[in-house]
């Protein structure tokens, strides 16, 4: 898709306050856009809401909400509802496109988060309000999460032979352009878009010896059976009938399993295989620049 050279607009932001939320404030002022940052509780009031939207004056929305735990009340709230709010919002301000950051993951629904996304994406995509549904595939932040680790000498941990899964992740920064070249845009207008970032796939290994390499350390890994997490979904779920607490930790184990064993590509309806060629790829940052500014930093 050609990134859109859309004149400045009005745009109600939600989600600012996340990290791509964050860099897509950035970007939209960066370009004279006219940015008002939507709060939390303007979300969760729909007088608030609407009276938000109608004095910016909104002409597009763009929503990087999501829920942080991934839970299925978090989800059913954050991912469905509170972006269900916002449409009928937008809707009811005479917004004319409403961008939604979704995720790659929900290609291959198994996950109360995802189900909730899917939900509201259905109910976006019937609206009759101009849309753009934004799915990118792994963010920089989900592949720092061991920098410390490196850093203080340890392994860096994998799930089998660290090649089970793989990826093309997208900075915040060029995932901020990528939606922001969306707004007006034609090519955009009514349709999904995966995107990744530039370069070939990686896979956890990859990434592994990514920051070893930027570190300056040889590489050393430690493995984890997936296994685990199958087995913890399961001894937690036995409880679940009874326990909110337990019905939650089971679900993060699911959550961990999956992201464990799935990759963040598109899938080929014709062969229903994670495919490399059809993930599209955005952007100039790559996840070694990534790592050589965290360990830059510290």
């Avoid at 203080?152 to 089970?164: R, V, Y």
């Avoid at 036995?238 to 909110?244: R, V």
């Amino acid at each position: 898709m050609k990134q859109g050279l859309a004149r400045p607009v009005r745009v109600a932001l939600a989600g600012a306050s996340g990290t791509i939320g964050q860099a897509v404030e950035m970007q939209l002022a960066a370009e004279g856009h006219a940015v008002t940052a939507l709060s939390r509780a303007q979300l969760a009031d729909p007088q608030a809401l609407a009276a938000a939207l109608g004095e910016a004056r909104a002409e597009v929305v763009i929503s990087c909400i999501a829920s942080r735990s991934g839970a299925p009340k978090d989800a059913e709230a954050v991912d469905y509802r509170t972006n269900a709010a916002l449409l009928a919002a937008a809707q009811g301000a005479g917004v004319r496109q409403f961008i939604l950051l979704s995720a790659i993951c929900v290609q291959k629904p198994r996950l109360a988060f995802q189900r909730a996304k899917l939900r509201f994406e259905a109910e976006l995509a019937a609206s009759g309000i101009g849309y753009t549904i934004v799915r990118p595939t792994a963010f920089f932040k989900s592949l720092s999460g061991q920098v410390a680790r490196v850093k203080a000498g340890k392994p860096f941990l994998i799930f089998g032979d660290g090649n089970l899964t793989r990826c093309k992740p997208i900075s915040d920064g060029d995932l901020a352009r990528f939606i922001t070249g969306c707004i007006d845009n034609p090519e955009a207008l009514g349709r999904i878009l995966p995107i990744g970032g530039p370069g070939p796939t990686i896979s956890l290994r990859d990434a592994g010896e990514l920051l070893f390499s930027a570190a300056g350390k040889p590489p050393r890994f430690t493995s984890i059976s997936p296994g685990m997490f199958t087995h913890a979904a399961r001894v937690l779920g036995m409880g679940a009938g009874f326990s909110g607490w337990l019905a939650e930790k089971a679900e993060y184990a699911r959550i961990a399993h999956y992201y464990a064993t799935e990759s963040m590509l598109v899938i080929d309806p014709a062969t229903g295989e994670y495919s490399a060629d059809l993930t599209p790829e955005f952007g100039t940052e790559t996840l070694a620049d990534h790592y050589r500014h965290l360990l830059a930093a510290d």
